[in-house]
């Protein structure tokens, strides 16, 4: 996970590293030379926003299975078709000019998209082909995307494969006088359809709101199962050395005391970084005995496909198994392009059954070509302790052409909370200026170490749990902290236990229900802006008759009104009007004095504070 090990990876696998970019020959990191006596020259790789055309007016249709697998035990599945009002993608809606210059309120009143669904590579002619056909209503005032879910039966033409499935989308929409009839097509080459798993545990992605389902694990998760056996998990753990931890795992007695420390911080979620066979001792005591489950750690020899092999034929019926890691930053050291995407479909020929996560080490060298090979998008913005403005170790400046201080393009500093959420905000905004791409799971990796001459200092506890949360109002859907066990602080203080505790009590709360269920399985957050409180960085998910709502103060300063009289100013954070609310139903995290009177109000939001608050009809 450290630049550091450049030199360390040159030196075992020189052919697998620096090959893209410019200037290949020199030493680079995110594809800007961090050593001094380079030039500064631009990197290359750069995601950018597409032309736009026209006044916004073209309709993007996409499709996708809702479930990034199905088993031949359930009967049946779902399409999400996705309407956008897109300014870059789709062909002209036939439709009056606009009502409105915003793109937002540009409405183009009720209208119906109707389409079909058919099976690649199966005879047009004859019918067989189509999954399902139906109408998608769509109206975007107010937003410019709506899902519509259509479910579909899982039988023939569809046949089970390990390999994923085509499918093509065709449609029209006519205008609503008649006059004109545009068409659209849209496809879809991830429908994954599997014989069902009779030993250990199935993990599949959730692409409407993004999470992880998982069944058979013995992982902590919601209380509610799906009528397949799926439950929502949310990962959230650390990732776990060999070195001083998983080392010392021979027998159960040893795994008991050392991996029962770590559950008791109450993770459900772990990276061990360790393989078969040292670990299969440590691997079947935490798919027998724990409540942890595994992310799968290929990165060492993830280019090595027979190794890759050999390792997920041994892991793949573990219990405790969700995820596989195939690549470590390969955007930072500049790796092939075709290594995750070769490491991916190795995994996949074994174990369709588990998701492949890629770590991004990078803020924008070459978005979609590192990520093709990704179910997972993990990202690791460690911005705590960093220095932008000095000379960086290597003895250069950091900036967008040059140099490496440890967090890619990050400001740090007093906008090291926003860093993070300036990431995933990133991250989905090259997602959605990239045609055809589907938005995949995101994981943030929170920053709980220091040192390697880039961080000056751990994050204190508060930090940990404002980097955490804004994460989850920015999308991630999994929390793994590079790494346990925690180093002393820098001035030698035994400090080792205070981040793993601070992540484990935010890690109950969030894994379980009832927060698990309003973020996994449910709903993508919707932001809440509060103009008046800027560093405030606000989401809710809704849930039935209930709004989860998830404050950050994301700056190092304190709201605070000094007014205390009963009557006096507070402040106020707006509550969508969607639905009436009536009550906090519970306040799950923090300490902070809610009170409900249509919005949430608050005198007091301390720097780095954060709170979960349940509000009900
Ligand atoms: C699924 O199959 C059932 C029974 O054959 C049928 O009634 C239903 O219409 C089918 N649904 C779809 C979406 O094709
Ligand atoms: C499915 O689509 C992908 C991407 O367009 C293509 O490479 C692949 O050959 C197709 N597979 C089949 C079986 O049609
Ligand atoms: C629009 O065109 C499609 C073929 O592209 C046709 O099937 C459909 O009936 C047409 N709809 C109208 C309202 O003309
Ligand atoms: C650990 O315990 C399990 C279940 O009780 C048992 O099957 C396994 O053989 C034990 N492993 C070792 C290394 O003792
Ligand atoms: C690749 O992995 C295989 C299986 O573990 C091993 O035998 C081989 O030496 C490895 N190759 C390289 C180049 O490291
Ligand atoms: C960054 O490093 C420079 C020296 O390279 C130093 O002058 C400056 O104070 C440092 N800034 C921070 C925030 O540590
Ligand atoms: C980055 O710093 C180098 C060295 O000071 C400078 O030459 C280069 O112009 C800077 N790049 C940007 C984008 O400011
Ligand atoms: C943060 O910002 C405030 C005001 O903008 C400033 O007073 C303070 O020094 C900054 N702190 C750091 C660590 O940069
Ligand atoms: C050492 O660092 C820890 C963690 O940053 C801090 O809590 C503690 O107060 C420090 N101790 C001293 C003596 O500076
Ligand atoms: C979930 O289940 C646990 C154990 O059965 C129970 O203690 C808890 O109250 C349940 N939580 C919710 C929100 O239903
Ligand atoms: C506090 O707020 C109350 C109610 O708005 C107001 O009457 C009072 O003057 C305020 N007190 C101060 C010290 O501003
Ligand atoms: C809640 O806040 C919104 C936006 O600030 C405001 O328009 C609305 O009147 C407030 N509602 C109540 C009940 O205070």
Not at 194 to 220: C, E, H, I, W
Not at 340 to 368: E, G, K
Not at 600 to 609: E, F, K, N
């Amino acid at each position: 996970m450290f630049p550091r090990l450049i030199c360390v990876l040159l030196a075992v696998s020189a052919a697998a590293g620096q090959q893209t970019g410019n200037h290949p020959d020199w030493p680079r990191w995110c594809g800007k030379v961090y050593e001094s006596g380079y030039p500064a020259f631009n990197p290359g790789g750069q995601t950018v926003e597409p032309p736009r055309s026209g006044p916004g007016s073209r309709l993007y249709v996409q499709v996708s299975p809702r479930y990034s697998l199905y088993l031949d035990s359930e009967t049946e599945g779902e399409f999400i078709v996705r309407t956008t009002l897109s300014p870059y993608f789709g062909n002209n809606l036939a439709a009056p000019a606009p009502a409105a210059p915003s793109l937002s309120s540009y409405d183009v009143g009720d209208r119906e998209l109707h389409f079909a669904i058919t099976l690649d590579g199966v005879d047009t002619d004859s019918r067989g082909s189509a999954l399902v056909s139906g109408t998608a209503r769509f109206n975007f005032q107010g937003h410019t995307t709506q899902d519509t879910l259509v479910p579909f039966n899982l039988t023939s033409p569809l046949t089970t494969s390990f390999a994923p499935q085509n499918v093509t989308l065709r449609g029209w929409v006519a205008s609503p006088d008649g006059s004109s009839n545009t068409s659209y097509t849209a496809t879809s080459s991830a429908l994954v359809y599997l014989p069902d798993k009779t030993s250990g545990s199935v993990t599949r992605l959730d692409n409407a709101y993004g999470g992880f389902m998982q069944r058979g694990g013995r992982a902590q998760g919601s209380n509610y199962t799906d009528k397949a056996g799926f439950r929502p998990y949310f990962p959230y753990g650390y990732y776990a050395s060999f070195d001083g931890f998983l080392a010392g795992v021979t027998d159960n007695a040893s795994a008991s005391a050392i991996i029962g420390k770590y559950a008791k911080f109450l993770f459900n979620a772990m990276t061990p970084l360790s393989q078969y066979p040292q670990s299969a001792t440590a691997f079947s005591y935490m798919a027998s005995q724990t409540d942890l489950g595994i992310q799968f750690d290929l990165r060492e020899g993830y280019t090595n496909l027979t190794w890759v092999a050999e390792q997920v034929s041994a892991a793949r019926d573990n219990a405790a198994l969700f995820s596989y890691w195939s690549a470590d930053e390969p955007d930072g050291h500049q790796d092939p392009f075709s290594a995750p995407l070769q490491a991916r479909d190795t995994i996949r020929s074994i174990d369709p059954y588990h998701p492949v996560a890629v770590v991004l080490n990078c803020q924008n060298y070459y978005f979609a070509a590192y990520t093709a090979g990704a179910d997972v998008i993990m990202e690791d913005v460690y911005p705590i302790g960093i220095n932008t403005t000095g000379i960086t170790k290597w003895g250069t400046a950091c900036n967008t052409t040059l140099g490496d201080c440890g967090c890619d393009n990050c400001q740090g500093g007093n906008h090291s909370i926003r860093d993070v959420a300036d990431r995933l905000d990133d991250l989905a905004l090259y997602e959605s200026w990239t045609e055809g791409l589907w938005p995949k799971t995101k994981i943030h990796n929170p920053q709980s170490f220091h040192g390697e001459g880039y961080w000056a200092r751990d994050p204190t506890r508060d930090e940990s749990w404002a980097m955490s949360l804004v994460a989850v109002n920015h999308g991630a859907q999994g929390l793994i902290s590079w790494v346990y066990p925690v180093a002393d602080a820098s001035n030698g203080t035994n400090s080792s236990d205070i981040l793993p505790l601070a992540h484990g009590g935010l890690a109950q709360i969030l894994s379980r229900s009832p927060v698990v269920d309003f973020v996994v399985g449910n709903a993508r957050p919707t932001p809440i802006l509060v103009p008046s409180l800027p560093d405030l960085d606000v989401a809710c998910w809704r849930r039935g008759k209930q709004l989860l709502v998830s404050v950050v103060n994301s700056g190092y300063e304190d709201y605070v009104l000094h007014n205390t009289t009963r009557s006096g100013p507070l402040f106020h954070i707006p509550i969508p009007q969607d639905q009436p609310y009536s009550h906090i139903a519970t306040v799950v995290w923090g300490d902070l004095l809610w009170s409900f009177a249509g919005n949430l109000t608050v005198r007091h939001i301390p720097a780095l504070s954060t709170a979960l608050v349940v509000l009900s009809a």
